[in-house]
T-cell receptor, first 115, second 111 residues
Framework: ETGVTQTPRHLVMGMTNKKSLKCEQH?????MYWYKQSAKKPLELMFV???????ENNSVPSRFSPECPNSSHLFLHLHTLQPEDSALYLC??????????????FGSGTQLSVL | SQELEQSPQSLIVQEGKNLTINCTSS?????LYWYKQKYGEGLIFLMM?????EEKSHEKITAKLDEKKQQSSLHITASQPSHAGIYLC???????????FGKGTTLSVSS
């Protein structure tokens, strides 16, 4: 138990589907993150939220839509995805947010396959 | 933008052998983090290094930061099957942005 829970663990979806990934942190942290991990590539930062406000958005396609209703929950809404979006999506949290020396705590990830 | 280069990409060692993984940054390192990942799962924090010359150890894993070379090394002594996994280095991005990561080093330990 890492303190950061992601659901579902695995997801298979068609290109026309709409689905959502959920992340919940039980650590009392103020910042939450979405990273994408594809084979043979570094982890790609997608979104950062600090105190429920989006503070970083790294040119992510609009078919990915984040939502942070409170500091404990983070969602990633998916629609009309492409096969190249298949990857492991990792959620993380940190005490404050995107500052120096901020250790990240990761969830177990959602393995997404787009058919 | 800052990039982290890890070497080697993958490594197979016999149980009981020592090994070293390197992480080199294209820019000055302000904070360097080592994480371990089991395939298809989340990252587990191992160590954080901040100062040049700093060295930290946890059980049989030692990490060192050489600030001048913009490099960190992770050394495992007397490797065991439980050490197998993907080791990733991460660094504080510039201007307080979120961590960036290297591609990872996949370690296999044969018994």
């Amino acid at each position: 138990e890492t303190g950061v829970t992601q659901t579902p663990r695995h997801l298979v979806m068609g290109m026309t589907n709409k689905k959502s990934l959920k992340c919940e942190q039980h650590l009392g942290h103020n910042a939450m993150y979405w990273y994408k991990q594809s084979a043979k590539k570094p982890l790609e930062l997608m979104f950062v939220y600090s105190l429920e406000e989006r503070v970083e958005n790294n040119s992510v396609p609009s078919r990915f839509s984040p939502e942070c209703p409170n500091s404990s929950h983070l969602f990633l809404h998916l629609h009309t995805l492409q096969p190249e979006d298949s990857a492991l999506y990792l959620c993380a949290s940190s005490q404050e947010g995107a500052g120096l020396n901020e250790k990240l705590f990761f969830g177990s990830g959602t393995q997404l396959s787009v058919l | 933008s800052q990039e982290l280069e890890q070497s080697p990409q993958s490594l197979i060692v016999q149980e009981g052998k020592n090994l070293t993984i390197n992480c080199t940054s294209s820019k000055t390192l302000y904070g360097l983090y080592w994480y371990k990942q089991k395939y298809g799962e989340g990252l587990i924090f191992l160590m954080m290094l901040q100062k040049g010359g700093e060295e930290k150890s946890h059980e049989k894993i030692t990490a060192k930061l050489d600030e001048k070379k913009q490099q960190s090394s992770l050394h495992i002594t007397a490797s065991q099957p439980s050490h197998a996994g993907i080791y990733l280095c991460g660094a504080d991005g510039q201007a307080g942005t979120a961590l960036i990561f290297g591609k990872g080093t996949t370690l296999s330990v044969s018994s």
